[in-house]
Nanobody
């Protein structure tokens, strides 16, 4: 099992910045992808950004150039730096990790979510 603890959400004015953190603990061997998703009221959960082992990243078009995902492997922590925030970024943000077990099974783990609210 992998436990994920998120922090860093809050209320910010449009144009402001926030940094989300997600620390993984437990059976972390085999984690090969860490990502942030978000879910706004009445909408489906969507991928915001992901980073895979080796450092490759990908982003939703709506956040490219504004958000940056990074990972500190020594701390088993993934970050999401969010700049130039817009009201439409308001959502609950979830940390997600994909772990491949020694037997090849892929397990998905999710954090509890952290609220990000951007006021206009």
């Amino acid at each position: 099992q992998v436990q994920l603890v998120e922090s860093g959400g809050g209320l910010v004015q449009a144009g402001g910045s926030l940094r989300l953190s997600c620390s993984a603990s437990g059976s972390i061997f085999g984690i090969n992808r860490m990502a942030w998703h978000r879910q706004a009221p009445g909408k489906q959960r969507e991928l915001v950004a992901a980073i895979i082992s080796g450092g490759s990243t990908n982003y939703a078009d709506s956040v490219k150039g504004r958000f940056t995902i990074s990972a500190d492997n020594a701390k088993n922590t993934v970050y999401l730096q969010m700049n130039s925030l817009k009201p439409e970024d308001t959502a609950v943000y979830y940390c997600n990790v994909l772990r491949t077990t020694p037997l090849g099974r892929k397990d998905d783990y999710w954090g509890q979510g952290t609220q990000v609210t951007v006021s206009s």
